[in-house]
């Protein structure tokens, strides 16, 4: 899909990944938009991108409020006049820590944010989306979704249902004007954490170096790369591309070298 002149509706649009996927767009001469939490955020994605008049609309929603998601859509037609895509990149981690160490709330809250706020989405614009000639439809889950990663057990099963929705979306869509993409990062240098309220001592590899993570902007390359090119499936990162293929080849395997890689990190 060309992105040009295109109205893209980007959640997560107040920082990290989010942000930087809304720069791109606007770069490439995309109408956007941008839905977060923080108004503070929107402001100064707004600033960053310096859009020319028109080009940008923000929206402070929380996207786990079903009312409100369902009140977006008015909203961006009347900015745009149109909706060409949604792009789900907002998302939060919980505690490092064991699944028999959280509380229900605090799953609740995760699945409410990545699985719950995707599928909002989703359901509210496919309507809109499926009118246009040409659209997309893109979601972001993780190599968590792929791989479970002790201590972020809610959250891999948030990324994992979010994984499978969107694989199901792209069986039912075939044939109509919707391209449907699921987004695998790897590790990225965002501020997820402190974006989730949670703290997380330093991680380190063995021999003391921090781990190697993409950057934001590269990350938001790819995403929009992906929109462009109506690709399926995105996996960002090598850890990310390693992950996949070792799941297919050797899921236990997998599994384990996970569980080891974060004993060793972060004790868990």
Known sequence: MQVKDKVLVVTGGGNGIGREVVLELIRRGGRVAAVDLSGEGL?????????????LSTHEVNVADRAAVEALPAQVLEAHGQVDGILNIAGIIQRFV????????EIERVMAVNFWGTLYMDKTFLPLLKARPEACLLNVSSMGGLVPVPGQGAYGASKGAVKLLTETLYAELRGTSVAVTVVFPGGVGTNITGNSGVEVPALTTEGGKQPKVTAPDDAARQIVDAVAQGRFRVLIGGDARMLDRLSRVSPTRAITTVADQMKKMLGI
């Open 43 to 55: 402001a100064e994605t707004a600033m960053l991108a310096a859009a020319p008049e028109g080009r």
């Open 98 to 105: 064991h699944i028999d160490e959280l509380s229900i709330e």
